[in-house]
């Protein structure tokens, strides 16, 4: 009889990071291990012994297939570092304390790089006390930004709403054009890496001709070379839309974001990004004189799971099942990751590799995958984002709205009513 | 042999005003007029002579399914006020003039409260100087405050959208929730309706506890009593989600966003909104020191055809229908509205009704509707606006986006490369 596996999500949500907890679970019980736990929000939350038994909440396969198609942490997430082991012991005993009353014998963690960190310490001191636990990482992140793998579970789907959601900006921005200037400006997330902000450029087709200056983070960023650029576009055309990285920054290293005012950090001391498109927009206005419009996609291009692609939640499910079956193979200390077999036909196969490779290392865009003038992405660039933005997972509508499933809300009253008193 | 058929649009884009824009064409097609132009820009580059044979652009069936789900004005549009006719009769001679070259029988403009006004204009112009055209108005605002139609074509769509992002925001929220307290404070179109901000409502449901706090422009806000409120429910719950209206008014009849910093009007004289909840953030973040986000739908609400409602993109299409068959009927200086035949199931018809008690009538929340405390709606309200959000368009998916019809690209050329070099 096998033990127990237990699951964490941590760091920034996506829109199919369910996806992958659900591929968890389906293997994990099909591969006959006794229970699945799921930690209330990550490694913090499992340290206060907040955990659920997922079998109470995925009792049929229809509720599956909402995990799949809800957005967000099911199981909620934190932004939380463990120390080095040598700087607390304490932390590391407790919470192999902890995974020995639940009999664990699979950690599975879902994140990006800050998590590959915890899956890396966590397997460094269970190889040092001889543990039984193997503990796998499971990659996820919107920003793409995690190495060896060829992309990360979350980035295709919000690539997906970027560039819809670019379409339908500049739909709306072009029937405005008539005898005035408009300049609309859109913020995209993404700290240190541009791969969001370039998808952006899907959007030009047949229909659409896209956005006219991206701005990635790979590159520092003048903005009077944009202004400058700005201006010029506007002599030749009425409506101009650009797209820029939350984390530009100028030749200085200061974040433009950082010239619009006050902005704070978070536990990994990363700067909490707002306002570079506002920024932008008011010194466009100053200085040119046009109408402007800044547009921050904000958290909704992490959570739009009623767009997802689906190539990328098939795929973060089959990470998720990918990870149980390393560990329960014997596997610990690894990441899984996608790599791609081919591109024309799409295909991607799993794989595993070596966490300590992975952790804290960043994948951002080539320079070679950027324009010369630094303000577009290539041709080359699009064929590598387009496979992944592919297919549709149609929602579950019920009266209207897709529905998810939460671990909020068990006991439903059909009597109560739905508006307040 | 009939003359001709003229349609414009008018005024802030939604995501079914092309849907109209196709049933007019259709309709036009079908009762055996000649032609239907298409004014580009409105009324205000009809008298440029900017417009367009329709049959130019929509040559086959399928192109008019993607005018249907193209959102923001296909033709563009303006914000352009006529004078009042005996101010500048020389306007009034060269449009009729203009009408009167191009053989126009009918004259229907798609839009809200400033283009009903236009359509009262040239119908009593034309009632005055016995020109043969006929004046139809075809609702068309996201802000549902037009009067008499029981709701306006664009409604729905951007309703559904709103719901839809309310419960992904929601999800993405809840997740973030261990140990620190969060506020999320979105903010959403309409001036001084609160139609679409009590649509955010819709999102509470058995898997989502909907937004904490719902203040629409109706009622007077009250900045301390906001913060209170959130102190409050912040003592009981850690994430709280409050949805106001951009147009919230303190008591003193000052726009919240207008404490934020400098706001630019219109042709109008309307005050371009902005920054209402990015203000109300700073407030909460400064008196409650907690974590906050503020998230503006920005202009997806209006442009998200994507998630268009099914009954929404039939309505509206059926209504730009019903305004040639009205005026082929001999009807003028009317619009088309919307009766609501029954709740259940819902039903509706087209009605027509003159204009004259239409224009620059706004239609706003009764006080009923909005719950004793004036911070959500109640049951009657959601009741009102639930089966406008229901069914889906299903996009026309290319290469994974969804495809439009463009008045702007026709010749699309293949060879070239996508990126950009």
Chains 1, 2 share one sequence.
Not at 30 to 50: A, C, H, P, T
Not at 147 to 155: E, L, N, Q, S, V
Not at 381 to 402: A, S, T, W
Request: with cysteine; net charge negative; proline share 3%.
């Amino acid at each position: 009889m096998k033990g127990n596996v237990i699951v964490g999500q941590s760091g920034g949500p996506t829109a199919v990071i369910n996806s992958s907890l659900a591929g968890v679970f389906k293997t994990a019980m099909e591969r006959g291990f006794s229970k699945v736990y799921g930690m209330r929000y990550g490694i913090q939350g499992f340290l206060d012994e907040q955990y659920i038994n997922m079998s109470d909440y995925i009792k049929t396969e229809l509720d599956l297939e909402l995990l799949k198609r809800t957005p967000s942490a099911f199981l909620g997430t934190c932004r939380y570092k463990l120390p080095e082991i040598h700087e607390d012991k304490a932390i590391y005993e407790r919470i192999f304390e902890l995974l020995d009353k639940l009999d664990i014998e699979v950690f599975i963690y879902i994140g990006g790089n800050d998590s590959m960190d915890t899956i890396r310490k966590l397997s460094d001191y269970s190889l040092l006390t001889g543990a039984r636990q193997k503990f796998i990482g499971c990659p996820k992140t919107i920003d793409n930004d995690l190495a060896i793998t060829d992309h990360c579970p979350g980035f295709g789907s919000s690539a997906k709403y970027i560039a819809t959601s670019t379409k339908e900006i500049l739909c709306d921005a072009m029937g405005f054009s008539y005898k005035k200037k408009n300049v609309t400006i859109v913020e995209i997330m993404g700290r240190n890496a541009g791969w969001l902000t370039g998808a952006s450029a899907l959007s030009k087709s047949e229909d659409c001709e896209g956005p006219d200056l991206i701005y990635l983070p790979e590159l520092p960023f003048s903005i009077e070379g944009f202004v400058a650029e700005i201006k010029k576009l506007l002599e030749k055309k009425d409506v101009v839309v650009a797209v820029v990285s939350e984390g530009i920054k100028t030749e200085e290293g200061k974040y433009v974001c950082e010239y619009a005012g006050s902005n704070s950090t978070d536990a990994f001391g990363h700067i909490q990004m707002t306002g570079t498109a506002s920024y932008l927009a008011s010194v466009v206005k100053n200085e040119i004189g046009c109408k402007t419009r800044a547009i921050e996609l904000s958290t909704l291009q992490r959570a739009a799971a009623h767009l997802a692609s689906r190539v990328d939640v098939d795929e973060a499910f089959n990470v998720g099942g990918a990870c149980v079956k390393a560990a329960d193979e014997g596997a610990t200390g690894m990441m899984v990751v996608i790599d791609r077999v081919s591109d024309d036909p799409y295909q991607s196969s799993t794989g595993v590799y070596d966490v300590h490779r992975i952790a804290n290392g960043e994948k951002v865009v080539p320079r070679k995958w950027i324009n010369k003038a630094g303000n577009y992405v290539t041709e080359e660039f699009l064929d590598y984002v387009r496979p992944l933005i592919q297919g549709h997972y149609q929602p579950v509508m019920v009266e209207g709205l897709p529905r998810h499933l939460s671990i909020h809300m068990k006991n439903y009253d059909w009597s109560a009513p739905r508006g307040k008193k």
